[in-house]
């Protein structure tokens, strides 16, 4: 998802400069001709008079498929409800007896103020505020077995993590007997959503819908070694302000009944043509190797697709449901996907699904925006008819998630770095290689002034936007910190490694630091203990400068001592960079993990100033203002600058998309 997930925000610094260089940031104007694969300026400009493609499911198997759902939904646009009946199959994946099965209820994080969500968002996420009377909800209306065994009456709202009575976000339903090891439970629901009016991902917006978190879902079932864990076990969790989703993948056959006027975005691909019968639209949508299933509607979708094959890429139709505000952009967004898919292929394996699907909400959806699904994004709201590169970050940001979310499927309730943070990084590259824009790191990694631990619950960061600085900022930059001490072809080897273990799996912090290790042949225990484990941020400073004239038998000269200090985590290499009066520049390498240094430098002339890191290599130094300091400091002043200048901030924290 974008980055709490604001819009991108351009926000202009003062600048202050007091000697020599300083922190540079450009706005780099957009390129006339992007620097990705020359064939992709050719795009069609007219609206394709073919219907939806249609396809048929494959005979590969990439995952364990844990579940399998069968549904049918109605949506009642007046009403904003969804009616629906799902069949659920769950093969259990571990030994042990299992009595209960556990299911998410996600609309019900919209049922009152009082719910875990609501009372910890305040009713807000990314600047958009819950709308008035916009409440939402789901309700069980039947559920029983195969054999027609009803377990209304068994059912058991539970709170594991904050105990809030007022949440129905998670139900257990306790089974007539238990499954045992490698056995299949079908059961059979019946449910009913409130569609809540949409500020948080899912919901209705004028006549737009975004079914997202739509249906009763399965919880995680975790086998003993399923990341690290000892004994098997449900992976239990609430709905939560700052946390998204965890699930295991499955095949996903869902019928979709709407207006005749409507047009349906969804997961996976349609089997058949749509069927209109009396003034209603009946799609027929499947998808298997995923872990969710999402679905958008509008009448007023600008539909658009395009077939895309690499040699990364086999093959993929891409799907546009434009907002009409945006309907002259396709071409925009029809590069920025096979940009995405043909660059992250390459660095992190191939797509493997045959479709992907961008929705464009209208502005009154933005709350749906900026936000990834099994091979269907959302793009920010369309509030302007000229967007800035927002347009093209937000969408390599989503795709980006169909590596490190859709397939990697990383817990995100409890470690959401593995998502935010890896495809953070993903997207930087992308821009900078198909775009030629590059972050500015220092300014970004300012900003992250409440570090903490990165494999830590979402909802126990001190608040959202602590959230969002450290699992898609400082997350970013760990991974960065590991690429400048390796180099750029050794990390691309760790991604890549990375990437194609963990594939179709539940990897772990821990499974990312053994793949560091493996690859370069070193421990990283240190490293990942302050920046990974625990919240520290680079930060060495400048103490202090002293000047004395010495008599040597060479004649007179200047001793300069100069006082070094880390008040941070530690890095292998500080460089530090000292100007004489005369120009003359001393460069000096500190193995920066003591506690402190003194140089004494003996020249000609006195010492002008000393500065660390001048070339804003340490990417988790965070506090640049103690970096520089100039031996003489006017009286009228009496304090130290930073040398750190920023004409423009290119986007708050440069995050752009969940």
């Known amino acids: ?34 620097s990705f694969a020359p064939e992709m300026g050719k795009l069609p400009q007219d609206q394709p008079k073919a219907p939806e493609s249609i396809g048929t499911p494959g005979t590969e198997q990439l995952s364990d498929r844990v579940a399998e759902y069968h549904i049918d939904v109605n949506l009642d646009e007046k009403e904003r409800t969804l009616i629906g009946t799902e069949s659920v199959t769950w093969k259990h994946p571990g030994r042990q007896p299992v009595s209960e099965l556990y ?87 019946n449910f009913e959503v409130q569609l809540p009016k949409v500020f948080a991902r899912m919901g209705t917006a004028d006549n ?110 891409i799907k546009l449901y434009l907002d009409p505000l945006h309907k002259d952009l396709k071409d925009r967004y029809f590069y920025a996907a096979k940009a995405a898919l043909s660059s992250y292929s390459n660095w992190y394996g191939r797509y493997p699904y045959s479709t992907l699907s961008i929705v464009v909400p209208p502005a009154s959806g933005n709350g749906a925006g900026g936000m990834e699904y099994p091979t269907l994004v959302t793009a920010f709201g369309a509030t302007s008819e000229s967007p800035g590169y927002e347009l093209e970050r937000t969408v390599v940001h989503e795709i980006g998630h169909q590596y490190f979310y859709g397939m990697i499927a990383s817990n ?16 930087d590259k992308l821009m900078e290689s198909a775009y030629g824009i590059k972050p500015n790191l220092p300014v970004q990694a300012s900003f992250v002034n409440q570090p903490a631990a990165l494999p830590l619950e979402a ?20 991974l960065l910190g590991i690429e400048r001490q390796v180099g750029t ?78 008040l941070g985590g530690s890095y292998p290499e500080v460089p530090i960079l000292f100007s004489f009066k005369d120009g003359q520049i001393v460069r000096k390498t ?24 001048p070339g804003y290599t340490l990417v988790l130094e965070n506090k640049h203002i103690n970096n520089y300091l100039k031996a003489e400091v006017e009286e009228k002043t009496g304090t130290r600058w930073n040398l750190g200048i920023t004409k423009v901030v290119e986007s708050l924290l440069g995050l752009l998309s969940w």
């Open 208 to 317: 737009f819908v975004m079914a997202g978190q739509w249906f009763p879902k399965l919880s995680v079932y975790e086998p003993a070694g399923t990341r690290g864990r000892t004994s098997e076990g449900w992976n239990l969790h609430q709905y939560h302000g700052s946390s998204e989703f965890y699930s295991d993948f499955g095949i996903f056959s869902v019928r979709i009944n709407v207006p005749s006027s409507y047009i349906v975005a969804a997961t996976g691909f349609p089997t058949k043509t749509a069927v209109v019968k009396q003034n209603r639209k009946i799609y027929q949508f499947y998808a298997d190797d995923v872990h969710d299933f999402a679905w958008a509607a509008s009448p007023n979708f600008v539909y658009a697709e395009e077939p895309f094959s690499s040699a990364e890429v086999p093959g993929v139709r």
């Open 459 to 478: 909802w126990k960061y001190a608040s959202s936007d602590t959230y969002a600085q450290n699992v898609y900022t400082r997350g970013k930059l760990v």
């Open 1 to 34: 998802m974008t980055p709490p997930r604001i819009k991108i925000i351009l926000i202009s610094i003062l600048s202050f400069i007091v000697i020599g260089g300083a922190v540079w940031l450009s706005l780099t104007p957009a390129p006339a001709q992007p």
């Open 412 to 427: 995100e309730f409890e470690e959401a770095w593995l998502d935010e943070g890896f495809t953070s990084y993903a997207e």
């Open 489 to 566: 072809s050794t990390m691309n080897k760790i991604m890549a490694r990375y990437s194609a273990k963990y594939r179709f799996k539940h990897p772990t912090t821990s499974d990312f630091q053994r793949i560091v290790e493996q690859v370069t042949g070193r421990s990283w225990k240190d490293y990942f203990n302050q920046y990974v484990y625990s919240g520290q941020m680079t930060n060495y400073s400048v103490d202090s400068i002293t000047v004395n004239p010495v008599q040597t038998s060479a004649g007179p000269l200047y001793e300069s001592v100069v006082k070094i200090s880390r």
């Open 103 to 189: 299911f998410h209820l996600y609309p019900n994080a919209f049922a009152s103020k009082d719910t875990t969500f609501m009372k910890e968002s305040g009713g807000k996420l990314r600047g958009d505020t819950m709308p008035k009377d916009g409440w939402g909800s789901m309700k069980l209306t039947g559920i029983r077995t195969t054999d027609g065994i009803s377990l209304i009456h068994r059912l058991q709202y539970v709170q594991p993590d904050d105990g809030n009575t007022k949440d129905q976000t998670l139900v257990k339903v306790r089974l007539p007997r238990p499954v045992q090891g490698g056995e299949s439970i079908t059961l059979l629901i």
């Open 590 to 613: 500190w193995k920066g993990d003591e506690s402190q240094i003194v140089y004494k430098l003996r020249y000609k002339q006195p010492l002008a100033w000393a500065m660390i890191d």
